[in-house]
């Protein structure tokens, strides 16, 4: 049972290129999460989707967009880095659905360290 | 004004101490609540839920404060491994909103 897996781990990127961040869960979790965390700044979330062909715009959507392929997978895709997009990003997932009434926690995969040169 | 507040420490403290971390909350009608670890570079991970009877788990203790929208977190007996920033996490409908976190650093 892996929980919440992300990849790529790591990953570098020049102003301008384009890239994607994947994320998934194997716990059958209906809400899926991206944030992204900056020192001294806490988890800002940037979308959120509360099941499989939802989403919707967290605090910090500017720049990105996002895929809920199906139940499991929750993509993050960045069509232009700019180097504000540097960062650590985390995905995470709760059993409840997202805009219901809930005592749920959330479980969150390792995170991806961008950086945009 | 943000939806969970916490004193971002750090807060230094001796093996053995007993520490306490607090932190408030705008929306009164948040439904959960929660305290997570995260390690330098790591991901959070869930520490414990708070409940309004409050709730202890082996040296961590936990408070809800409804009516003042309050968290608090007691850890007594402050092991070097304590040393991480504390979450405080507030659950409304599913969306989860996150203090900045408070830096405990337990010293030999």
């Known amino acids: 049972n892996a929980g919440v897996t992300q990849t790529p781990k790591f990953q570098v990127l020049k102003t301008g290129q384009s890239m994607t961040l994947q994320c998934a869960q194997d716990m059958n979790h209906n809400s899926m999460y991206w944030y992204r965390q900056d020192p001294g700044m806490g988890l800002r979330l940037i979308y959120y989707?509360?099941?499989?062909?939802?989403?919707d715009k967290g605090e910090v959507p500017n720049g990105y967009n996002v895929s809920r392929l199906n139940k499991r997978e929750f993509s993050l895709r960045l069509e232009s880095a700019a180097p504000s997009q540097t960062s650590v990003y985390f995905c995470?997932?709760?059993?409840?659905?997202?805009?219901?009434?809930?005592?749920?926690?959330?479980?969150f995969g390792p995170g991806t360290r961008l950086t945009v040169l | 004004r943000k939806e969970v507040e916490q004193d971002p420490g750090p807060f230094n403290v001796p093996e053995g101490a007993t520490v306490a971390f607090n932190c408030t909350y705008s929306n009164s009608a948040s439904q959960s609540f929660f305290w997570y670890r995260q390690d330098c570079r790591k991901e959070p991970k869930l520490l414990m839920s708070?409940?309004?009877s409050g709730n202890e788990d082996g040296r961590f203790t936990a408070q809800l404060n409804r009516a003042s929208q309050y968290i608090s977190l007691l850890i007594r007996d402050s092991k070097l491994s304590d040393s991480a920033t504390y979450l405080c996490v507030v659950n409304n409908f599913n969306k989860f909103y996150f203090g900045s976190g408070t830096k405990l650093n337990v010293k030999p």
């Open positions: 995470a997932s709760s059993r409840g659905l997202a805009g219901a009434s809930s005592t749920d926690t959330q479980y």
């Open positions: 708070v409940y309004s």
């Open positions: 989707s509360a099941s499989e062909g939802t989403t």
